[in-house]
């Protein structure tokens, strides 16, 4: 099992940048993949951004060259930067982690969400 507390959520306005936390514990061995997921009211969750064991990246279209995901393994700590962030933005936070082997998805586990709220 794999337990993800999220942290860093709350209220700014655009423009403004916040910067998300994600600590991972427990069976961290059965996940070689990290990655943010966000869902507004109405909407399908998203996925934001995605971080593998070997570093490699993913992103959504809609945050390239504003949102950074980085993880600290040592810490098992895995970071969201999100600059200049618009009203769009709005919504809850999931943290992700899952195993990725040959294609096929295993241990998938997920944070309890936090929010993150863009005013104009």
């Known amino acids: 099992q794999v337990q993800l507390v999220e942290s860093g959520g709350g209220l700014v306005q655009a423009g403004g940048s916040l910067r998300l936390s994600c600590v991972a514990s427990g069976s961290t061995s059965r996940v070689n993949v990290m990655a943010w997921y966000r869902q507004s009211p109405g909407a399908q969750r998203e996925l934001v951004a995605a971080i593998s064991d070997e570093g490699i990246t993913n992103y959504a279209t809609s945050v390239k060259g504003r949102f950074t995901i980085s993880r600290d393994a040592p810490k098992n700590t895995v970071y969201l930067q999100m600059n200049g962030l618009e009203p769009e933005d709005t919504a809850v936070y999931y943290c992700?982690?899952?195993?990725?082997?040959?294609?096929?998805?295993?241990?998938?586990?997920w944070g309890q969400g936090t929010q993150v709220t863009v005013s104009s």
């Open positions: 992700n982690a899952h195993g990725m082997r040959l294609g096929i998805i295993g241990g998938n586990y």
